[in-house]
C-alpha cells in the first residue's frame, strides 16, 4: 500500500513538471507571437514565428546556397559526433589513468587545464595553421573541446571512489580485474555518464567556431553565413534546429546513462 502511494505521487509529482514545462513553452512562443503582432521589435532583429516557419520549409525543401536542411544537419553532426567520440575514446581512459595514478595526473592535467579556458576561436586559428582548413582542423577543434569534461568528470568519478569497498573487495581476495570490472567501473559510471553529456552539450557549443571557416554545409555555417546577409528568421530557425538537435541527443544520452545505470533510477 505504502509503495502503491509513494508510486501514485511520483506519477503526479512527474505531471505537475511535465505541464510546467509546456506552460513555459506556450509563455514564451505567446510572447514571441505577441511581439511580432503588435510591431514591439523590429523584425529585422526578431521575425515573427509564421516567417521562421517560411524559413524552415523553404531550406528544407529548396535549400540554404546549395543543400537542405537535412544536408546541413547530417554535415554538423558527423562533425560533432565525430570529434565528441574520439574524445570519450581517449578521454575516459585517460581520466581513470589520472585518477588511479599521481604521476599520470601530474603529467596530463596541466595540458588540460591549461588548455581547456582558451577560447575556440583564437585556437582554433592554431589548429588551421597546422592542420589546414579541412575537416581534420574541425573535428580536432570539436575533439579538443569535448576531452576536458570528460577525462576530469572520469579523474573525479575514480577519485570519489569509497576506499572502504575496495578495501573490502580485495580482502575478500578479488583481483584486480575483478574488482576494475565489478566495483570501480559500477562507481565510476554516473559521474562519467555526466561528464559525457556535459562534454557533448559543449561540443555542440563550440559547432559555429569550428564551421565558420572554409566549410559550406553545416547547420553552424548556415547561421554564420545568415548572419552575414542579415536573414534573422535562417538564423533564428538554425539555432531552434541546434537547440532541438541537441535536446534529443542529450535525451538519447540519459537513455544509455539509464541503461549503464538502472539502479541509481530504481525509486525515480
Known amino acids: 500500500m505504502r509503495w502503491q502511494t509513494a508510486r501514485l505521487l511520483r506519477r503526479r509529482h512527474l505531471s505537475t513538471e511535465r505541464l510546467l514545462t509546456l506552460t513555459t513553452v506556450a509563455v514564451l512562443l505567446l510572447a514571441w507571437v505577441l511581439l511580432s503582432q503588435f510591431h514591439l521589435v523590429n523584425p529585422l532583429f526578431l521575425p515573427a514565428p509564421s516567417a521562421v516557419w517560411e524559413a524552415f520549409v523553404t531550406t528544407a525543401v529548396s535549400g540554404y546556397q546549395g543543400s537542405r536542411l ?6 554538423s553532426l558527423e562533425r560533432v559526433l565525430a570529434g565528441w567520440l574520439l574524445a570519450c575514446v581517449i578521454g575516459i581512459p585517460l581520466g581513470f589513468l ?19 579556458p582558451l577560447p575556440p576561436l583564437g585556437l582554433y586559428t592554431l589548429i588551421v595553421l597546422w592542420l589546414g582548413i579541412g575537416e581534420a582542423s574541425k573535428v580536432t577543434l570539436l575533439f579538443l573541446a569535448a576531452l576536458p569534461p570528460i577525462s576530469i568528470s572520469a579523474t573525479e568519478a575514480v577519485a570519489n571512489i569509497d576506499r572502504a569497498h575496495i578495501t573490502a573487495v580485495l580482502a575478500l581476495g578479488a583481483n584486480r580485474r575483478q574488482l576494475l570490472r565489478h ?12 561528464g559525457m553529456r556535459i ?7 563550440v559547432l559555429v567556431a569550428a564551421e565558420i571557416v572554409a566549410a559550406t554545409a553545416g547547420v553552424g555555417w548556415m547561421v554564420w553565413d545568415a548572419a552575414k546577409f542579415l ?10 534546429v541546434l537547440g532541438l538537435t541537441g535536446l534529443g541527443l542529450d535525451l538519447l544520452l540519459r537513455c544509455l546513462e539509464r541503461a549503464l545505470t538502472p539502479w541509481r533510477f530504481i525509486h525515480k
Open 199 to 205: 562534454s557533448l552539450g559543449f561540443t555542440y557549443t
Open 183 to 194: 566495483v570501480i567501473l559500477p562507481a565510476c559510471l554516473p559521474g562519467i555518464c555526466t
Open 70 to 75: 537535412d544536408q546541413h544537419l547530417a554535415a
Open 98 to 116: 589520472m585518477g588511479l595514478s599521481r604521476k599520470a595526473k601530474a603529467v596530463f592535467d596541466p595540458v588540460i587545464e591549461f588548455y581547456r
Open 231 to 240: 536573414l534573422s528568421d535562417v538564423v533564428i530557425m538554425g539555432l531552434i
